[in-house]
């Protein structure tokens, strides 16, 4: 299988003030296509940083990242932006849903973008949300009428809006009961299956079993990667 995102010898450097901080010391792995990876560190440990990285939302002081064989380094803004936008989508610990639009115009957001036509969007953002298993009465709830469990699956279904390859996502179970976050988990999973590149960030070891390898991070290096 392809390489979908490859780091060699990454660093990243922070100035504050006068002081270096770095939050990446040398790090190195490669995740193929279809792969379902988890990224374990404590607090501190550069799990955050790493995963701006992957995402195109930051880039490293030194190092190589690619993203589908493009060295994030070696291209301007707007490229950046379309690596983004058509390779990657993302699930957070806090959804960051816009609490102003319903659940069904969240997911159409990302499509927006690229551009898709009103009623083309709308009926794939209900076959998400169903897909999701968000029940179709709830398309039309903003998200404080949601649980976290039913956000955490609009969240899901706008992450797939634009069919990217890599899915990422931050502690995606971190603001969610057990039974819920297996749930969640479960979906994740099922996605997986269906050939989607999964990275998920966590600190909880029971997510790692979900997943076919796991990279272990303190102080920004890697300590330990295997399956």
Known sequence: MN???E????TRVYQMGKTSVHALNGVSFSIKQGDFTTI???SGSGK??????????????SGIVRINGVDIQKVNDDELTY?????????????NLIPTLTALENVEIPMIFNRIPPKQRQKKALKLLEDASLDPEYATHKPNELSGGQQQR???????????????ADEPTGNLDSKTGKGVMELLSS????????IVVTHDPQISEYSHNTIRLQDGEVVNEGD
């Open 83 to 95: 690596i983004r936008r058509n390779n990657i989508g993302f699930i957070f610990q806090q959804f």
């Open 3 to 5: 390489r979908i995102v």
């Open 7 to 10: 780091v060699q010898d990454v």
């Open 154 to 168: 609009v969240a899901i279904a706008r992450a797939l809006a634009n069919d990217p390859p890599i899915i990422l």
């Open 191 to 198: 996605l997986n299956k269906q050939g989607k590149t999964l």
């Open 48 to 61: 955050s940083t790493l995963l701006n990285m992957i995402g195109c939302l930051d880039k490293p002081t």
């Open 40 to 42: 374990m560190g404590s």
